[in-house]
């Protein structure tokens, strides 16, 4: 069927994504072969600009931020258009980058302002990361023809999408969500994973475990789970707290600490009760949303992800980059990245009772915990490392070119 605004075709035929893979290792963890350098593969570098919507410290913010500062790194020309007042727009850049506030209002006003610099700047390819973002996005493909990408950072069923000329999924979970809502064309599918660079982050050591723990007013000497981001149905951290009672039900000095928003959770009456428990009085930590998130997390023995869903999740890779072993339910790429006993532990969802058993092993074994941890971060740079994944979506961004009746830059 063709879109009657620009005569594109938009409706796929769906296939299943079982066999999407990417260049280097696949969303489902097989190795091949042919990782490529990071360069811009002899071709002529691209002016790109990144549409950026959400204002807050996140995934989304964080993972965009890597993938600029990458692009900036391999010879690209970087345009950024932020919210106004937003926490990738106080970033520092290496490099030329040009930026922009935008309310993102879809009004023709402010939509006209946004695409004519992105025009007048010479754009090659719109990247876009939030669901406004994605709408204007939609806006400029069909009043102009601008390639378009946009980033599944979630799963919202949504028109925008269908608009796209190429959409990135960071995981095969993703994919198929899109694929299966006749969202996506399957040729305009393409699983990417996040990059990290793991120079961006500190692996933990006794020295910061103290100082995050003493910053926190954490008891030095208990064995800490926890995980930091928005504390919601979502990410389910009514687990934690649940699995918090068995350790200390198994006789465990255990505490818990959560990082992150708590707005979610006001008045949920669950989440109230579990957390009134006796047991656990003086055991559970909220710090609250927090920009030095990252260096908080080396407060933590075994790092801990029991979301019902997730496109990748960021944080999980921040405390595998820190060296933390990881136990996460089977979301996003966990299971792709985590070998069990070896760089962390995967479990299907409901199995609350395995995870804090593992949990309880690990309490009484620090040296596992610190193999495992370092072995985490090893990982990270093995598979996710810039210079092995900005060819992937260099390849994306030309793609998309080509779908949009336009030439490539040549060198």
Request: aromatic share 6%.
């Amino acid at each position: 069927m063709r879109c009657r605004t620009c005569r594109c075709v938009n409706w796929p035929i769906w296939r299943p994504a079982s066999h999407l893979q990417t260049k280097g290792v696949d969303l489902r963890g097989h190795r091949h072969a042919s990782v490529r350098k990071h360069s811009t593969h002899g071709n002529a570098p691209m002016r790109i600009t990144h549409l950026v919507t959400h204002a807050g410290l996140n995934g989304v913010a964080t993972s965009s931020k890597t993938l600029i500062q990458a692009q900036l790194d391999a010879g690209h020309d970087v345009m950024l258009v932020h919210s106004q007042n937003s926490w990738i727009e106080r970033q520092k850049f290496d490099g030329p980058l040009e930026k922009m506030g935008s309310g993102f209002a879809t009004a023709p006003a402010e939509l006209r302002r946004v695409g004519y610099a992105a025009r007048d700047w010479g754009v090659d390819v719109v990247h876009t990361h939030g669901s406004r973002g994605n709408k204007f996005g939609l806006v400029f493909r069909c009043a102009a023809g601008t390639p378009i990408v946009m980033t599944a950072h979630t799963r919202q069923f949504q028109l925008p999408w269908l608009f796209a000329h190429a959409v990135i999924a960071p995981s095969q979970q993703t994919a198929d969500y899109y694929l299966s809502h006749w969202l996506v064309r399957r040729r305009n599918m393409h699983l990417v994973r996040h990059m990290f660079d793991v120079g961006t982050v500190e692996a933990a050591t006794p020295a910061s475990q103290s100082a995050a723990r003493a910053k926190l007013g954490l008891k030095p000497s208990s064995f800490v789970i926890g995980s930091v981001g928005e504390i919601d149905a979502r990410k389910n951290q009514i687990d934690m707290v649940r699995m918090l009672k068995g350790l200390v039900g198994r006789g465990i000095d255990a505490e818990l600490l959560l990082v992150g928003s708590t707005r979610h959770i006001a008045g949920d009456a669950e989440w109230s009760a579990a957390t009134a428990d006796p047991q656990i009085q003086g055991r559970l930590h909220m710090s609250g949303e927090r920009q030095d998130a990252t260096r908080l997390l080396h407060a933590i023995d075994v790092y801990l992800c029991t979301s019902k869903m997730e496109e990748g999740p960021i944080a999980t890779l921040e405390a595998m980059a820190s060296a933390l072993p990881v136990l996460s339910v089977d979301v996003g790429y966990s299971a792709a990245l985590l070998r069990n006993g070896v760089n962390g532990w995967v479990f299907s969802h409901g199995e609350r009772e395995r995870m804090t058993e593992t949990a309880s092993m690990l309490a009484g074994d620090a040296a596992l915990r610190r193999t495992v941890g370092i072995a985490a971060r090893q990982t990270i740079a093995d598979h996710l490392a810039p210079q092995a994944i900005v060819p992937e979506i260099d390849t994306v961004y030309r793609q998309a070119i080509e779908r949009a009746g336009k030439k490539p830059p040549q060198k």
